[in-house]
């Protein structure tokens, strides 16, 4: 019965061309932006690779020195002793505000007191993102350099192309060594191919190219850098003595830990770290760290929110209103067509009912057949979405951001599409199941 209905879908589309063209055009150009949104929050917020790992992420970006500021309120109290009025003074102590001194971490910092937590099982230590001009035939290139240790490729798990990472010892011997993302080799050698071995020229050094790694385009910079060097190659002359620097810690947490735990040791860690440094500026009295998730973070950097856990709130409710837009309008506008479409079928219905036909098979019926123009519109969406996916990649309208398509993503857009198709048949196939015999074969309407 159902290889019949989907006959006969096939053939009322053929009826109404005009009809057709409007549903088919609605349907995947719907589909067709909404797979692009699924296709970017799989990008940046899945767990492919290099974001293997992605949900066991606590990301430190930022040391706060901070002071608060109290003012002593007095309170006047009239009392009486004695038949004579006494004046008892009370006071109260209230906050007025903070300053904060805000900036990225000293590696010293970060290598004594935030290196060694229990919950953490990898810890690294990074400069996330650091600009480098160079010039390849006379044409110059900007490349995107992180400076980090070897823990790093333990967090985020690049694809590994060719060669390998580089090591403790050649971190610790200050190693001119490097490795590259394919992009970026392209760029720089106008090849992928035979790159290890070759040297590199970063910031007036020479750098061996030792391993090559696929890139993948992130917006988070640390994520999808161009160059990965060893951090011990980075100039810190202009680095604070003790407190604020250029370095920022990931860590990845131990299984069966929260995320909200690692968070605690973090800021403990502050507590441990001494205030009467030389280099400490005057009047600030503590340190603060803010340790976010991967998601928090990203939420953070996209709209501040002084709370993270905030920031990430508003980026699930902006997705959700994003999702619900591109499903619930134009499947209301669906509906309606379908109405319209199925009135001019009253008659065959009635038919239908007359010979035995109830309102399960009718409500079968439309909705195999509106999945059907669906899963068509898809299909011409899903091929919409492909070239506007491959203009965004070509363009950089996103940053650094590179959709991709990928099993998951063409899952969730086949259920969507699915879902589409059921939402918008359901209703006008439950109206149509409820017609009498006697209106649809007298009167020909609803």
């Known amino acids: 019965m159902i290889s019949n209905y989907i006959k006969l879908a096939w053939r009322i589309l053929g009826r109404k061309k005009f009809f057709t063209f409007i549903s088919l055009f609605g349907i995947s150009f719907t589909l067709g932006i909404l797979m692009v949104i699924l296709s970017f929050l799989q990008s940046e917020l899945g767990t492919d690779k290099p974001l293997t790992y992605k949900n066991d992420f606590v990301y430190l970006n930022t040391l706060s020195l901070k002071t608060d500021f109290f003012d002593t309120i007095v309170s006047i109290d009239t009392t009486f002793l004695n038949d004579e009025m006494v004046l008892d003074s009370s006071f109260e102590i209230k906050g007025t505000g903070s300053m904060n001194w805000n900036s990225e971490l000293n590696n010293g910092i970060a290598e004594e007191y935030l290196s060694d937590l229990e919950s953490a099982e990898e810890v690294s230590i990074f400069i996330p993102s650091s600009e ?32 390998r990472v580089f090591d403790q010892k050649e971190m610790d011997a200050v190693a001119k060594v490097l490795v590259v993302s394919d992009k970026s080799a392209e760029n720089y050698f106008g090849t992928k191919e035979g790159v290890l071995g070759k040297e590199m020229f970063i910031d007036g050094t ?43 810690v990931l860590y990845k947490k131990k299984k069966g ?34 340790p976010n998730t991967y998601d928090e973070d990203y939420a953070q950097a996209i709209y501040y929110e002084r709370e993270a856990s905030k920031s990430y709130s508003i980026m699930k409710w902006i997705i959700i209103s994003l999702i619900a837009f591109f499903v619930i309008l134009p499947t209301l506008n669906l509906i309606n067509l379908n109405v319209s479409r199925i009135m001019d079928r009253s008659s065959e219905i009635g038919v239908r009912k007359a010979f035995g036909a109830h309102r399960g098979n009718i409500i079968s019926q439309f ?26 990649n070509k363009g950089g309208y996103l940053m650094n951001a590179r959709l991709e398509l990928s099993p998951k993503f063409f899952m969730y857009s086949f259920l969507v599409t699915i879902l589409f198709g059921i939402l918008s048949g359901l209703l006008p196939a439950y109206k149509m199941s409820k017609l009498q015999i006697v209106n649809a074969l007298k009167e020909n309407k609803l």
């Open 257 to 290: 830990v929260s995320a909200d735990k690692l968070k605690e040791e973090i800021v403990y860690a502050a507590t441990r770290i001494p205030m009467d440094h030389p280099s400490k500026p005057e009047g600030y009295e503590d340190i603060v760290f803010r």
């Open 132 to 163: 480098h001009d160079v010039y390849v035939n006379g044409v110059k290139q900007t490349f995107s350099a992180l400076y980090g240790d070897p823990s790093y490729w333990n967090i985020i798990d690049h694809q590994m192309l060719e060669g």
């Open 367 to 392: 909705i195999i057949e509106n999945i059907v123009q669906t899963i068509l519109g898809g299909l011409i969406g899903f091929g919409l979405a492909l070239a506007l996916i491959n203009m965004i």
């Open 206 to 248: 020479n750098y061996k190219v030792i391993g090559m790694y696929a890139h993948t385009g992130k917006i988070m910079p640390y994520v999808s850098p161009d160059i990965v060097i060893p951090y011990t190659n980075a100039n810190l002359d202009n680095q604070d003595s003790f407190y604020h620097g250029f370095f920022n």
